[in-house]
């Protein structure tokens, strides 16, 4: 596509990652340089992108994780192969587990030395070892692919429930060249990377006729619920339900921690207590009991059912039955149950939430006794009595 | 713990197995019974499951692949362990790749023994050598997960994209007994397996005005459109659009071949022709060259455009740009559409329709003129004749 | 390098293939031709190579590893990419299990679509899979490293303990060319590929001691016995050594069924009663209870000591500790221990083998009489008689 | 089963890992305590182990890696589940790579919960995980077989070539109590842990034939060989064969640095000059450009033949042709060399060693002149000076 009059351009491996990763608003890249990726680096803060170096790619890979969750962007980490590309991938392994968005983008060695396993500087087949510890992975072998490689990173990384991507970019990659008009096309400004998912409305309703016929319901709002920033709808929910809520420790801040309805100082009451529940970002994990046993009141579980908002259908009945499975982003489902409850929505049945509140208020006080006894041994109150 | 006047009764992990299948309306497995499976067999023959015998478990494999194809239900694979697992493997991985919903439901030896690899009989870490073939997989290790094991290979394999899901059952966990009434409660009924998922307004927005855009738009229907069961829909958005459509070999059937619309016998012409092109259920694999190339035009790929719709939001720029995705279920994403053309949508360009249509009659009357000088050496256009 | 006169000569990934194989003494192959490995099958054949064809994978993949073990050299099977190779994957598995010599070769997608998941013709990330199936897996990108390719599969088929070897080879590979002297020369003509392994003189010592304190000592002949083809040194440590004798099933034959020192039918016996048992090429896997339990006495089995003679080190305190480990290939290991054994080695003692041979003679009369009874209806004596 | 007179003592997980360890010789653990290996850690300091802790795992493991590879015992490295496991598991693959014998110890948290991937606390399946990156891996599930775990973890890290495993202790497994008598038959004391592999007659005769008719010779002495403490032989070799040697980095201090057969200071020539090469416990991997190109001489590689003395079978062509594989030990392959040679052994041919060690005496001339003049700039020459 040139004119005769103007001399060939080209664009190699290095700049077409780069321009991959700034077309698509990613400004900050955390790392630790080394062969392979030394030029990537260089080249990336020539072209504007922030580099953050750190000492060990594990910190590096935790900061690119928590920016993630932070900024709904995924995170970039950048290492080099093998022991690096290792560190990085424990961070990475976290990420997926706590749901934040990363990649993890490391250099590798060549493909026909390690295949053969002929003892290559850094020889590990990367792409192998990183699948079972993220949500994706995948390997660039030609330059004009490096336009779908980042897209598809990105794409992987938060659509759905977010998590950790690998990106797998052998050291002769950087070297290659094309075409620069070419190169350009070849580069994917990812559209609408983490899509809206919208709830049916019999699953909504649903919902609703559950929660209706509860006598001492209680909302769960957990790490997916901070994620979602749906911060005014949820506290909407909160308020118009009239329900008494617990915040996981990820979701601490979504409300004030003084909010009249809060139940955190009655935790193991309304956990043993509740008829049903209704989770929002939650898991019925460890940090949950998985749903069971005596935190969740022993043999009163039998009678529980739970209403669980969540992204990903196969997190519905991973620990126990959720009669009430509302599957879609927090945001949609959210907006969905206050459209759906209309405007004379019965509160909570009162009875129980005076039975919170009044628990919650006498564990404050307790709770502010011992503190001012402030003994002289150090122990959990005294700590926190110097904290305060 | 019982009172005295109750006989106490029990049940047994084979039993759990087959009612939490039943409870779930899975009325039929095909597999090839053994050790340890053989008593399951049996049993749910004995409590009315229709069980279809094999001579090869892959046949099994295959068979209950399809079936989950044709009913949405999850195709069941039941098989011993080790070589029968391998087996079943090959037509799990299968499913997996083609979108099939399926469970392959092997037995599996002693986890002590396995874990430290001293020789048991067919002994194999089953479990992780199906994860990389499968969408999910699981263990189930006490009689009181058995529920959640089924509950959860259910909304595995037919929740977002369908695929085949792998459940791995010890042998010691067939005789495993546990208090009846417990025993029941610990099943689950899966509510709602297969969510709906539909897609955001801005996203159909954007889907519509490229459409509306085009010159020369091309519908392409795929597997994904035959398996959504939104026949009606899918029938209504075509001939409301009035855009020449071209079904992939599974989603034959879905319309009438002799479909005014149908740009079957101009496939050549109209993939390297179109400027827009809409993907219902259709992934741009190898069946469609990966979007790219002289299939698609050649230079002309570039002035392309995409619509992807597809349940799976990271099948979106897997190989080349869509412009404009729309993740959710078919049948609501087309319903979305559908609604969101009005009752006044304008047809698509009478030029680029004519030119489609009078290809395809051509070459239609070519072909029956090749067929009917019917040659007497066996050829392509021979062999059809006979089929006639 | 070629001179001026002469025509430049090249060799393609096929003839580098063929070459290879032949080059190592390999003129069988096991298989089922396809995409992508449908040329090599042919050429093979013009070659002079016999190509077995089979109507499923899994039977050539079967009857390549029983020629290995019959044969000392590998078995080599043939497949397709993706289904055909997980058909062959299954045999591949068995043999490693088996230690039976075999290579399977597969064709594979291209590299470049598998890495990325953009959904290639049969795509899989074979090596991958392979690599937990078999002792070792390879992958050939480059014409030039088809010989060492071809070199290691063999080694790792046949050295050490042997077993199954994945080949991978790319559909690109075959129609590489490369300049035909160079090509010959990188073909590799494997040296003492299965280099025998002698055991070191005090471990040999260590094992003597211990037999010689023995006051009912049992020889166990396994597999690895009769694959090492030491059948006369075999009987000859039976013999002098005066100790009875128990062959597996596998190693039925090595000695004649009627051999004066045969125990096979007293096996419970003197599994149950022996107080030092020489394990020859025979593991302690589930075919031998693991080497505890009922089988081998129950409480006596505390007072048991085990020699064992394998080639693999780590097959020693695999199940039981093994009292007098003689790593090394069984022919070095039996040769050593008969010299070791001197002229006038002491015969085992004389009350034990009455004893077992009283009862063997008893249960050997007995099995005759039910026979002899031939009852009418079909049952195990019946169907012997008739057999007989 | 105890007698009336006597108290039933039992003995603990904790105890047993810890007896286990310490009956084999094993008196100290590298490590990061935590949950569930916190009480392991304590008991062990208890019991006399020395116990240094480290603020990250990682260098728990390169700790226990290099204590390995200077004891020839494993170095234990104990870690915590999930992030801590993933860490030593970095140190755990370096070691692997380097045949530094090494035990990685984690615990993990409970099997039915992984396997369910229910969410646990830290939950991974550990060992399958492990398994690409390390020599074996294994798990225990119960008490008794806690020695047989022991046993064969240290066997896999000794035996054969060295290398790293992993041993997978679920938290559960610690509080299990079984009977202490039973608990003390139950350890294994390993018997010849690494036990020497002597090399055939035939491929000792095929080694020397080819060493004689060398007119350049070379001799590389490699980690291997610094590792197997036979450094009395190794010099003996060197100086009855009159043969020059490189050292690896690795082998440094095997001979002293001014041996007057060293040729490091010529290392250059004697790569790309000798006819044939003998590889001590050296591989032909990237820090030796895998045995091809211009650092062996170029073209001069198709006339250059190996000799190579390797633990590993599957080391022998792995890079390159090896005309006369050594298989064994390097102590008794070396020892066996020795013998072979008898004792009137040819010198190295004479214009051969001294156009060697002309070059050598000259660079080493030349380097000295360029660090005298001592360049006021800091570059490589005037940083060695400054160390001298």
Redo the contacts between chains.
């Keep these: 596509m040139t004119d005769e009059n103007t001399t060939q351009e080209t664009i190699d491996g290095f700049h077409l990652v780069i321009d991959a990763l700034k077309l698509n608003g990613i400004d900050t890249i955390y790392g630790l340089p080394g062969i392979p990726i030394t030029d990537l680096t260089r080249m990336a803060q020539a072209e504007g992108i922030r580099v953050i170096s750190f000492r060990?790619e594990?910190n590096a890979g935790n900061a690119a994780a928590i920016a993630g969750f932070l900024t709904q962007k995924p995170g970039i980490c950048l290492t080099v192969s093998?022991?690096g590309f290792?560190?990085g991938?424990?961070a990475l392994?976290?990420a997926t587990?706590n749901c934040f968005p990363m990649i993890l983008i490391s250099g590798s060695s060549e493909?026909?030395?390690v295949?053969?396993?002929?003892?290559?500087?850094e020889?590990?087949?990367q792409?192998?070892?990183a699948?079972?510890?993220c949500k994706?992975a995948?390997?660039?072998?030609?330059a004009q692919?490096i336009?779908?490689?980042i897209?598809?990173a990105i794409?992987?990384a938060v659509?759905?429930r977010p998590g950790g991507v690998y990106l797998?970019l052998p050291a002769k990659l950087f070297a290659q060249t094309m075409d620069a008009a070419a190169g350009k096309?070849s580069l994917?400004?990812?559209?609408?990377a983490?899509?809206?998912?919208?709830?049916?409305a019999d699953?909504v309703q649903?919902a609703l006729t559950l929660l209706k016929s509860a006598k001492r319901p209680l909302i769960l709002l957990g790490k997916g619920a901070a994620y979602a920033r749906a911060d005014e709808d949820i506290r909407a929910l909160v308020e118009k339900s009239g329900i008494p809520y617990l915040p996981m420790s990820m979701a601490k801040g979504l409300l004030p921690d003084n909010h009249a309805q809060s139940a955190s100082a009655a935790r193991s009451h309304v956990l043993a207590e509740a008829d049903v529940v209704m989770l929002v970002g939650a898991?019925?994990?460890?940090l949950l009991s998985?749903g069971k046993g005596k935190t969740w009141g022993g043999a009163k579980a039998?009678e529980r059912q739970f209403i669980q908002i969540d992204i990903a259908?196969?997190e519905?009945?991973?620990?126990?039955?959720?009669?009430?499975?509302l599957?879609?982003d927090i945001g949609?489902c959210v907006a969905a149950l206050l459209e759906g409850m209309g405007s004379n929505w019965p509160k909570a049945p009162g009875d129980w939430t005076a039975d919170v509140y009044a628990r919650r208020d006498k564990n404050i006080v307790k709770m502010a006794e011992t503190l001012a006894k402030n003994p002289p041994i150090m122990n959990f109150q005294s700590a926190l009595g110097s904290i305060r």
């Design positions: 060990h594990q093998a022991p290792l560190n991938l424990t392994a976290n587990t493909r026909e030395i295949d053969l396993q002929q003892g290559d500087y020889e590990m087949d792409l192998a070892i699948k079972p510890l994706a995948f390997r660039v072998l030609h692919d336009g779908v490689g897209a598809r794409r992987s659509s759905g797998d096309r994917i400004k990812v559209v609408d983490a899509p809206r998912q919208l709830p049916a699953s649903r898991r019925l994990n460890w998985h039998a259908p196969t519905m009945d991973s620990n126990v039955a959720i009669a009430a499975p599957v879609g949609s």
